[in-house]
């Protein structure tokens, strides 16, 4: 166990038929194997998928922060914002495993290998964070111009 943030303790780590009754369990990376939870709230951040396997839940929360929470942000988002259709097939696509495996490599493609997901309705590229240079966002001075104060 370890403090969080408030003060409180979490369970984390790697556990073999322990009972847990009224904690915070952190999941990311987490190892649960034949654990039973009741009344506890599992907190979920979007980090290393934890293994619950075996596990019986009784009047869980499920909280979900970080990198997992914009995930379903985003999803709500879209969904309110007429693309109910995409969200549906993402979900069915969740219920069938289809995103339950790490994304594979397109291959078909003559360029460089890029990851995909298929989510049942079509393939498509997961994306990358791209970083820009200072340059490229016209924060500093093109090479051979005076600094002079003002932009162009």
Sequence with gaps: MMPSDAGETWVRGSHLGVS???EDILLDGGVFRDCRFE????????GALPVL????????GW???????N???MLSALNQGGFDRIVGHTLEAIRSGAVAMPAPTDTASSGPRRRVIDLGFGRFPVPRVLRRSPERHGTAP?????ETGERK
């Design 53 to 60: 396997m075996g596990c019986h839940f009784a009047d869980c």
């Design 142 to 146: 093109q090479s051979g111009a005076p």
């Design 71 to 73: 995930t379903l942000s």
């Design 39 to 46: 009344a506890c709230r599992l907190h979920y951040d979007g």
């Design 20 to 22: 847990f009754t009224g």
């Design 63 to 69: 909280l979900f922060g970080g990198p997992a929470a």
